[in-house]
């Protein structure tokens, strides 16, 4: 069975750090881009990151460069996501997403990153 | 960046009726390299992740059902289903994979009217 499975969040005060974690089994997690995609509560969906399949290429939005580092272990599997200086506005549920190309075929279920003092 | 702009925000329609949901992007999608609309629609159902539906702007994903068919090219693209299913409840969003940032439209909620 194809599946992502996310881990790591919780409730973090500003400034706070948090990683994230994402584990891939079923597939060929090597093969794939894969990405971090959140939504915070009640909102759409907005992408955070991404990271080539050999790591050799990474992009970010905006609203996190500088703060967050999106990087990957083949060997394990498994994608992160570093979260520093975390902000009220980086509360969302983060999803773990791959694609074989910049759209996303695979989806975990989400962890909730809640910052909050 | 590249604006995806969804249109309408919500719509209500009859069980077996046709829902159309309507997407623009800020400038043009398609790569002249493939000649292949870098756009993809998602389905998200309530407490669960999205499901990629359509790629490539009419590309059907695995398992999809061809009630929903993806078309437009450029910079305006149309999600259709062709008749409404109670399953089919959802909220359906754009996204736009031409270049980075990469970036979704608001959403569509569609309903049973």
């Known amino acids: 069975e194809v599946q992502l499975v996310e881990s790591g969040g919780g409730l973090v005060q500003p400034g706070g750090s948090l990683r994230l974690s994402c584990a891939g089994s079923g597939f060929t997690f090597s093969s794939f881009w894969m990405n971090w995609v959140r939504q915070a509560p009640g909102k759409g969906l907005e992408w955070v990151a991404n990271?080539?399949?050999?790591?050799?290429?990474?992009n970010y939005v905006d609203s996190v460069k500088g703060r967050f580092t999106i990087s990957r272990d083949n060997a394990k599997n498994s994608l992160y996501l570093q979260m520093n200086s975390l902000r009220a506005e980086d509360t969302a549920v983060y999803y773990c997403a791959g694609g074989g190309g910049w759209f996303f075929d695979l989806w975990g279920r989400g962890t909730l990153v809640t910052v909050s003092s | 960046d590249i604006v995806m702009t969804q249109s309408p925000d919500s719509l209500a329609v009859s069980l077996g009726e046709r829902a159309t949901i309507n997407c623009k992007s800020s400038q043009s999608v398609l790569y002249s390299s493939n000649n292949k609309n870098q756009l993809a629609w998602y389905q998200q159902k309530p407490g669960q992740p999205p499901k990629l539906l359509i790629y490539?702007?009419?590309t059907r994903g695995s398992g999809v059902p061809d009630r929903f068919s993806g078309s437009g090219s450029g910079t305006d693209f149309t999600l259709t289903i062709s008749s409404l299913q109670a399953e089919d409840v959802a909220v359906y969003y754009c996204?736009?994979?031409?270049?980075?940032?990469?970036?979704f439209g608001g959403g569509t909620k569609v309903e049973i009217k």
């Open positions: 996204q736009q994979s031409y270049s980075s940032p990469l970036t």
């Open positions: 490539w702007g009419s």
């Open positions: 990271i080539k399949q050999d790591g050799s290429e990474k």
